[in-house]
């Protein structure tokens, strides 16, 4: 294209400017070639006329098209030169905030100055393994494209950072480190990459420095290698520095500081650990204090501090090494503050001997103090002939000192960088590596020393090895696409290098000069000018003999000679170091020994081939300089770089001020010159720097084509004829294999044809769409004018119409109103005539009522006066009976009366009175020695207490005399006399009560004596009374013998009477065996369900069992129920019990048996009684009166056992009474619970009192026994001689007598203790009831309380309150039925293992039986048996033989594949293992049940690990283990898990185990799973989402295309191979839909379905998202388009597939706000609120992110302002948005296994055949 052409009215040029370098303006008239000037208009208006000449000021430069402006790579540009690419830069960083740019295979890093959310976690992730053009420009892809091509190629990469100080090199490697140690983490526990990140800390303390240019700048080189094994993981790393800064430990310019470690070491000083090292603030040292600010902002020293010692934690530097690290320094800052003191004649010096810092310093050295005070100030000097020591001056002994400091941090350095490495290395073997090296950049400065000598001479190199890195790739790519080229010219700066190093080049001057011994700076450069003054890279400088010009690649650079010897020399006197090496500390002394050449063992790890031979070194024998060092390490460099692939990054520092996101052009293309950028674009710039590949450049400019040119099958072709057509020029473009090449600004003029048919398109459009518009317009009016005129015509007519409706209405509402008006005045008239007969008709009502009252009263007087007389006369009646009852009860006492006196005088009365008073007596005795002893003991107390006194007295005495003697105060004498006043005044009491004590003895003891002779004078009586009755008993005797035969007879009958008396008492100890049997059986039941509330029956057989005894008894059953109810009631509680009317009823009814039974027993023992009176009328003779007694004792003992049952009676009643009268005055709900516990009371007093009536009747018995043996005696007697029994009469009377008489006192006293037992339990009885009466009484005060409390309270209050009340109360019933529930539980597991056990035993013994019957063939067994239980009903369980255990799970587990049970029921495996299951809980064989379980997971473990990457297998074993899972609760039993089973289902419960533990095993197993599931999902479909979602055209011809730069033909992108597959949208959805299909068939759970489903949508949606905030081509409105439409059809599939409510939608909702976001319009501020509602769903960082991302496509389009972005900002600045930029692909939502039962009954499932299971017996 010819310049008449390109430089037309309204192009945009660049044209130089001092302040921004580069202006932009825009030509006003077309230009002729020729003309001299360019008529041109700024920016803002101004005109400008342009010189142009064809050699002084050629043609500006021109500006590219907005759509390129932004790009990613510098290279897209389709002009390409120094504004062009500082413009794109200034766009990209200021405006898109983007501080990452490709130039080629460079990355330009511009430093924020601020802290960036784009080096996260989700970032390294998002970059790892993708292509490096395929996301925008990140440290992240450089160091993926190096482990990439180390993987793919096998070679040994290096990553070239480099860059000005602040330009952030020492953090751009530390990311780049960062990537390889996430991407690449080791294997093993070894935590090699941890311990690569923790060197970083260290280094920056120990190596970094404040500058005026950078806050953190490293004062040294570094290249880092991180070596990786066979599988490409760390296994260790090795680090080497170059030249580090030592002049900066002694002097610091303004404003700067020393290195970290000092600032950190002072500020943490304060520790206890680091008291020894007398450490203050940095101020008061010299060595820090020097740039008079000690301070960082934004930094805490002792924070980092604590990081630098963990860091040496973990790099296993002991903590002993580490504390002589810090002595070492802080000696240094000690070293620095030693005073050198000048002596007058200055020529010496001298130190103070008190100097506190010189002594800290030998102290924390373990140096002696003399020897270093004397070097200090002296030195010696070395001649052929004699040593001798000189003085040094005191400027002289200050350099000595800085130098002695400055190599002490060197040594202390190296000794550092030494162990890192020791910590990094490895035993394993290393198989390739990745260096990061971090370099300082291209330095100038006012003044120039040596380290910029060094530091340019490093870059030198650097750009030689850049610049034909460069080259042979642009050769390869040509020679790739087979186009032809040409030698491109590009600089060389060998000659550079060559003056530097070559034989007597610079630094060969300057080591001569150096060993020279007077050599000086000037001598050096008058040599130089001598010797270098022929070569074009050197120059002299015109006003300076001490200077020199060496023209770099990047600028000229004047270097001051001044210093130049001394600090390449780096001189330090050895008798200091000496001393050092003499030091008592092991560290120090290692530090200064001399150590042999270490260059070939850095090197020996690393494999290289140098790319050419290196200089010779000097002799060996000689000390090496500085530079010489600096040389060789630096050739080592370059052969590990050149025997590696090199990647390069570019730190560019956009402003001096450290201001963020601030931009100086000035500095940025200082940059951009000498870091080698411009040279990238300027070999790109001279070849074909644009490139397009034939299917991009089709679908971008196939606008320009002709209709049949499109119907082409061949692409290629195509784009030749096109390209042919268009430009004219065939050495403009070439094409190649697989791309076209143009010449630079090819593309922009191909931009212009494409926009000019965009826009002529666009003007037909308008055309179109502007006459339809104007229709459309003329439609809707005309539509509207007739709408108008309907509406008119309706209204009028409307109005008409309501016209007449109005007066129609007034009618009406007249005729209405006279009507009201007539009818109420007739409605007031008949008002009042009703008025006016209702008072007339009351008026004769009320005199009728009058007269009918007086009536009625009359007849009130005469009934009263009638029923008075009937009561006087009832009254004289009532006196008169009494009267006559009182007579005749009279008389009836009288002979009472008397028949008690002749008892009184009986021999038994006597008896009974004699022996009370024998016990009398002896009791008094008793009490009479009792009383002895205790006065002879009180006389023994009063003894020794009168002689303890005495001796109190005589020691008081002895302490008064002593007192008196030696003291003559009267105060102290008083107090002592009136002590022992005291003491006499207490002996005087203790006397007289001991007086008082023995008369109270004595008068007691007379009182005894008396009673005592009282008491024997009655016993004489009374054995005067026993003699008279011996006598009568003889007379008694005598009249026996005369009536023997009566006396038979009555012997006969009373014989017969004992006998049946024998057999009753016999039926009533069996009858109470039987029962008290009874009663322990119904006991045991009770105890086993006490706890059932309601009525129980009784079995039938037990309920009407009755005693054989002649004498009535009680039913057993009524027994039993009775007691069993008490029971019930006692420990259910009243209220409760209240509630069952059945129990109520018979304990009712029980207490009416019990009455009618006492009173059937007392009438028996009255007819007892009634019979032994006949019988004693019968044979009633002289010598009966001893009959007579006992049944009058035995009469009066029933009458008082019968006043004592009346008087418990009448206090049982009076409780009763007091109960219901207690009861009757409680006015709350607790009616029911008294009267409970009034029957209780009664029940239990019935069946005392009947207790009490069977020991009664058992006690007559006795007494009838002893009768007749006594009248059997007296027949024996009779029986014998009569002189015998005459010989003997007298004493077989007495003993018969003594007898009878003891036997009568034995019943006595059982009848007494029957009656103190009645007593006692009565006093029981009283108190419990007593004691009871007092609670209610407490209850009512309670309610009585809380009844006043509640009616004080509001309506409201007392709602809350008796809803409180209610709670309280409902809380204890449901505590009570909870303890009821849980005995009942613990009862029914006992119950359950009593069963369990008889069921085992019973199916051990039904298998015995089954064994001895059957034959020993075991096949043949199963056959059988199975034929056998098909017949019958299958019960859905399968048996199994133990051994047979590990083939079921190798069949079912191990072998089986989804599809061979495909066609079967789902989950066909899980049915056939818990129906084997449930086989094994029937036979209660617990061993069998946990064997079976415990093999199952462990083999589907095994079966997932072994297919950990397969979906289906995954997906099938889910379904399985679930499904296992929800049959163990379906079938446990728990009625939480069988509310909807079937009637069948329930019958298949587990009898025996409760299998909740395997439970939660299982639900852990199927989470293992479902995340299993998860992972092989989301690695199935993670390589397709990009392209399905991003890249591919599901809309054709939406997307466009712009112009790529070399990234997208980097090496990354392996073309050979015919590049990465893209996926489609329909090829995800394909396989979304395989694997919904996939889990349906194994019937796994819709929820679960559901949950994956979602899973895998919130991946896509995360996945999508991420690369679309890292990807500027994907941020257009197509795109949007696209990405919108892609989003609707996954939403489609959901509904499709009934998936939409499984919140799987709602994870595609960020995506689809960020497809929204790229469509919406982004001008105006309504736009701003529009976008801030619209995109909830992300984050504010997101939003920005993508508006800065937004780029156009054609210039149609516009960008983003930077203006509305911050509108954006502002309006979301208060959300509180998480810091993270990406999404998390790795975030799991919580999965949950909803319970599911199977409808699918066990007995109807079918086993196939082709399982082979035939070893399963269906059961």
């Not at 009215?9 to 921004?20: A, L, Q």
């Not at 003085?391 to 002695?404: E, F, G, P, V, Y």
């Not at 000019?756 to 518009?773: E, H, M, N, P, Y």
Request: charged content about 30%; some cysteine.
């Amino acid at each position: 294209m010819s310049v008449n052409e390109l430089y037309t009215k309204f192009t945009r040029v660049w044209i130089p400017d001092p302040e921004d370098v580069w202006k932009a303006a825009e030509i006003v008239r077309d230009y002729k070639e020729g003309e001299p000037v360019l008529h041109l208009k700024l920016e803002d208006e101004t005109p400008l006329e342009y010189p142009v000449g064809p050699k002084s000021n050629p043609l500006p430069f021109l500006r590219n098209p907005d759509i390129l402006v932004g790009e990613n790579d510098l290279t897209a540009l389709s002009y390409l030169h120094e504004p062009a690419v500082l413009h794109n830069l200034r766009v990209r960083f200021l405006e898109s905030n983007h501080i990452y740019t490709y130039c080629g295979i460079v990355l330009v890093a511009i430093n924020p100055y601020e802290q960036l959310q784009i080096y996260g976690e989700e970032v390294i992730n998002a970059y790892s393994g993708q292509n490096m053009g395929d996301m925008d420009p990140h440290i992240f892809a450089v160091a993926e494209e190096a482990y990439k091509q180390m993987a793919r190629d096998e070679r040994n990469q290096s990553i070239i950072v480099s860059g000005e100080s602040g330009a952030g090199k020492t953090v751009s490697a530390k990311y780049a480190m960062r990537f390889f140690a996430t991407v690449g983490g080791s294997a093993n526990d070894t935590n090699v990459e941890e311990k690569v990140l923790a060197s970083s800390p260290i280094m920056e303390a120990i190596g970094n420095a404040k500058t005026t240019r950078n806050d953190n700048s490293s004062r040294f080189g570094k290249y880092i290698q991180i070596g990786f094994s066979r599988r490409y993981h760390i296994i260790g790393a090795n680090m080497r520095t170059y030249l580090l800064e030592k002049s900066r430990v002694v002097f610091q310019a303004e404003d700067e500081r020393n290195y970290h470690i000092f600032y950190q070491l002072c500020a943490s000083a304060s520790l206890p650990e680091f008291k020894e090292l007398s450490l203050t603030s940095a101020e008061d040292f010299t060595f820090t204090s020097l740039g008079e600010n000690i301070f960082i902002e934004g930094v805490n020293d002792a924070e980092d501090f604590k990081k630098t010692r963990e860091a040496f934690t973990l790099l296993g530097i002991k903590d002993s090494s580490q504390s002589s690290i810090f002595k070492v320094i802080a000696s240094i800052l000690h070293l620095g503050n030693i005073e050198i003191c000048p002596e007058r004649d200055g020529e010496s010096c001298h130190i103070s001997r008190d100097d506190v810092h010189l002594k800290h310093f030998c102290q924390l050295m373990g140096v002696e103090m003399q020897q270093m005070e004397h070097w200090l100030c002296h030195r010696k000097l070395v001649t052929a002939s004699e040593t001798y020591v000189k003085n040094m001056s005191s400027k002289q002994a200050t350099n000595a000192r800085n130098a002695l400091a400055k190599h002490i941090y060197a040594r202390m350095f190296d000794w550092i960088v030494e162990h890192i490495n020791k910590a990094l290395q490895t035993s394993t073997k290393q198989h390739s590596f990745i260096g990061v090296l971090d370099i300082y950049g291209f330095e100038t400065f006012e003044v120039n020393s040596f380290e910029q000598f060094c530091i340019n001479y490093a870059n030198e190199k650097l750009q030689q090895q850049f610049n034909s890195h460069v080259f042979k790739l642009e050769q390869e790519e040509y020679m790739k696409e087979q186009i032809p080229w040409t030698l491109i010219d590009f600089y060389d700066n060998q000659p550079c290098i060559d003056l530097i190093e070559a034989r007597l080049g610079i630094l060969d001057l300057l080591d001569e000069e150096c060993k020279v011994p007077k050599g000086t700076d000037q001598n050096w450069a008058q040599k130089l000018y001598k010797q270098n003054s022929s070569s074009a890279h050197f120059q002299k400088p015109r006003m300076s003999n001490t200077s020199f010009i060496i023209i770099h690649f990047a600028d000229k650079v004047e270097y001051q000679c001044e210093g130049f010897l001394e600090k390449n020399r780096d001189t330090v006197y050895e008798e200091q170091i000496n001393i050092l090496k003499a030091s008592q500390f092991q560290l120090v002394a290692d530090l200064f020994h001399e150590k042999e050449d270490v260059t070939s063992s850095k090197s020996s790890k690393i494999n290289v081939r140098a790319a050419k031979s290196t200089p010779k070194a000097p002799n060996k024998d000689h000390r090496k300089t500085v530079g010489h060092q600096f040389r060789a390490s630096l050739h080592l460099l370059m052969e590990t770089l050149n025997a590696t692939t090199p990647h390069y990054v570019r730190c560019i520092k956009p402003n001096d001020d450290k201001e963020a996101f601030s931009f100086d052009s000035r500095r940025a293309v200082q940059q951009l010159r000498a870091c080698g950028v411009l040279e990238t674009i300027r070999i790109s710039a001279a070849g074909y720097p644009s490139r397009w590949t034939y299917p991009d450049f089709f679908s971008r400019y196939r606008v320009l084509l002709k209709k049949s040119d499109m119907m082409l099958a061949d692409k290629k072709l195509v784009c030749k004829n096109l390209l042919e057509t268009l430009i004219k020029e065939p050495d403009m473009f070439q094409f190649g294999k697989t791309k076209i090449f143009f010449r630079a600004g090819q593309v922009a003029y191909l931009e212009k044809l494409r926009a000019d048919k965009f826009r002529s398109a666009c003007i037909k459009i308008q055309k179109t769409v502007r006459g339809w518009l104007q229709r459309v317009r003329y439609r809707k009016i005309r539509k509207s004018a007739i709408t108008l005129q309907r509406y008119g015509r309706g209204y009028l007519a409307r109005r008409y119409a309501d016209f007449l409706r109005q007066t129609r209405a007034a009618v009406i509402c007249q005729k209405q109103y006279r009507m009201v008006r007539d009818r109420r005045a007739y409605l007031r008239v008949r008002q009042a005539v009703v008025t006016i007969q209702a008072f007339t008709r009351g008026m004769f009502t009320r005199r009728i009522y009058q007269e009918f009252l007086l009536h009625h009263k009359a007849m009130i007087i005469q009934k009263s006066v009638r029923s008075w007389l009937q009561r006087k006369k009832f009254r004289r009646a009532r006196d008169a009976a009494i009267t006559i009852q009182c007579a005749y009860r009279r008389t009836l006492a009288k002979r009472q009366l008397k028949q008690l006196k002749i008892e009184a005088r009986s021999a038994e009365r006597l008896k009974k009175l004699n022996t009370g008073m024998e016990n009398k007596i002896v009791q008094l005795q008793r009490k009479m020695d009792d009383q002895s002893k205790e006065y002879k003991s009180q006389n023994e107390q009063l003894l020794l207490v009168n002689t303890t006194l005495g001796s109190e007295v005589n020691k008081l005495q002895k302490q008064l005399e002593q007192v008196r003697s030696q003291q003559s105060d009267g105060g102290q004498l008083t107090s002592l006399q009136e002590e022992l006043e005291r003491l006499r005044e207490e002996l005087q009491e203790a006397a007289s009560q001991r007086k008082r004590l023995e008369e109270e003895h004595s008068t007691e003891k007379m009182g005894l004596q008396q009673r005592v002779e009282e008491l024997e004078r009655e016993n004489s009586l009374l054995k005067s009374e026993k003699e008279e009755m011996n006598q009568r008993i003889l007379q008694h005797s005598k009249s026996f013998e005369e009536d023997g035969s009566s006396v038979s007879q009555k012997e006969a009958s009373l014989q017969k009477e004992l006998d049946q008396e024998r057999q009753r008492y016999q039926n009533l100890l069996k009858e109470f065996s039987r029962l008290e049997q009874r009663y322990d059986n119904l006991k045991e039941e009770v105890s086993l369900s006490k706890f059932q509330p309601g009525h129980r029956r009784n079995p039938s057989n037990q309920s009407s069992l009755e005693s054989d005894s002649n004498y009535p008894s009680i039913s057993t059953s009524e027994v039993g129920d009775t007691e069993d109810s008490i029971q019930l009631v006692e420990e259910m509680g009243v209220e409760k019990a209240a509630m069952d009317i059945s129990l109520f009823m018979k304990l009712q009814k029980r207490v009416r048996e019990l009455e009618q039974e006492r009173k059937r027993l007392q009438a028996n023992v009255d007819k007892m009684e009634e019979l032994a009176k006949r019988k004693g009328s019968e044979s009633r003779s002289p010598t009966s009166e001893q009959e007579t007694a006992d049944l009058a004792y035995n009469n009066l003992k029933r009458q008082e056992l019968e006043t004592e049952n009346k008087k418990l009676k009448n206090d049982l009643n009076e409780l009763r009474k007091a109960i219901s009268e207690r009861a009757s005055q409680n006015n709350s709900s607790n009616e029911l619970q008294d009267s409970y516990n009034l029957l209780l009371s009664q029940l239990k007093s019935a069946n005392e009192e009947l207790d009490a009536r069977k020991e009664e009747v058992l006690i007559l018995r006795t007494q009838i026994v002893s009768t007749a043996q006594l009248l059997e005696k007296n027949d024996h007697i009779e029986s014998n001689d009569v002189p015998e029994l005459n010989d003997s009469k007298e004493p077989m009377d007495k003993e018969e007598a003594l007898k009878a008489y003891h036997g009568l006192c034995e019943s006595k006293k059982l009848l007494e203790a029957q009656l103190q037992t009645q007593s006692r339990q009565h006093k029981d009885e009283l108190e419990a009831l007593h004691t009871q009466i007092e609670l209610l009484r407490d209850d009512i005060e309670k309610k009585q309380e809380i009844l006043n409390y509640t009616s004080s309270l509001s309506p409201e209050a007392k709602v809350e309150y008796s809803v409180q009340q209610e709670i309280t109360r409902l809380t204890n019933d449901n505590l009570d039925l909870k303890e009821l529930v849980e005995k009942l539980e613990k009862n029914e597991r006992k119950l359950k293992k009593q069963l369990r056990i008889y069921m085992k035993k019973v199916q051990e013994l039904e298998a015995a039986q089954a064994a001895a019957q059957t034959t020993k063939s075991r096949p043949e067994l199963s056959r059988q048996v199975t034929v056998q239980r098909k017949e019958k009903d299958f019960e859905g369980m399968l048996e199994y033989y133990k051994e047979d255990e590990a083939l079921l799970l190798k069949t079912l587990i191990s072998d089986i594949r989804p599809n061979t049970v495909s066609a079967t029921v789902p989950c066909l495996p899980a049915y056939i293992l818990f129906m084997c299951i449930r086989h094994a809980d029937y036979i209660n064989d617990d061993q069998k049940v946990e064997s079976l379980l415990t093999s199952t997971i462990n083999a589907i473990k095994k079966v997932l690990k072994k297919n950990n990457d397969d979906f289906e297998m995954t997906s099938f074993w889910l379904a399985n283990t679930s499904r296992l899972l929800h049959c163990l609760k379906q079938y446990s039993g728990d009625e939480v898990f069988m509310t909807q089973n079937t009637a069948k289902q329930n019958e298949h419960c587990l009898k025996n185990f409760d299998l909740a533990e395997y439970r939660q095993v299982l639900s852990d197993l199927s989470i293992q799973i479902y995340q299993q599931l998860i992972k092989v999902a989301e690695g199935i479909i993670q390589p397709m989402i990009v392209s399905a979602m991003l890249e591919s055209e599901s809309i054709p011809s939406l997307a466009g295309v712009k112009p790529m730069g070399y990234r997208n033909r980097s090496s990354s992108m392996d073309t050979d191979a015919g590049g990465p597959s893209s996926y489609t949208l329909e090829a995800l959805i394909r396989q979304l839909g395989q694997f919904h299909s996939i889990m349906q068939d194994h019937g796994l759970d819709p929820e679960i379905v559901g949950q994956v489903v979602r899973q895998l949508f919130h991946c896509i949606n995360a996945v999508t998202l991420n690369n679309l905030l890292l990807r500027k081509d994907v941020c257009s409105w197509s795109n949007g388009m696209q990405l919108r439409y892609n989003t609707s059809q996954m939403e489609e599939w959901l509904r499709a597939n009934n998936l939409f409510q499984s919140k799987a939608a709602a994870t595609l909702e960020p995506i689809i706000q960020a497809a929204q976001l790229l469509q919406v319009k982004k001008k105006t501020t309504q736009d701003a609120e529009a976008i801030c509602s619209l995109c909830s769903g992300l984050s504010t960082q997101q939003i920005v992110k993508i508006l800065n991302l937004y780029t156009p496509l054609n210039e149609f389009e516009e960008r983003v302002t930077v203006s509305f972005i911050r509108n954006i900002q502002n309006r979301l600045q208060d959300r509180n948005d998480p810091p993270q930029l990406l999404v998390d692909t790795k975030q799991t939502f919580p999965v949950l296994f909803p319970y599911t039962p199977s409808a699918l009954s066990l007995e109807t499932l079918q086993i196939p055949a082709s399982l082979s299971l035939d070893f399963l017996v269906r059961v």
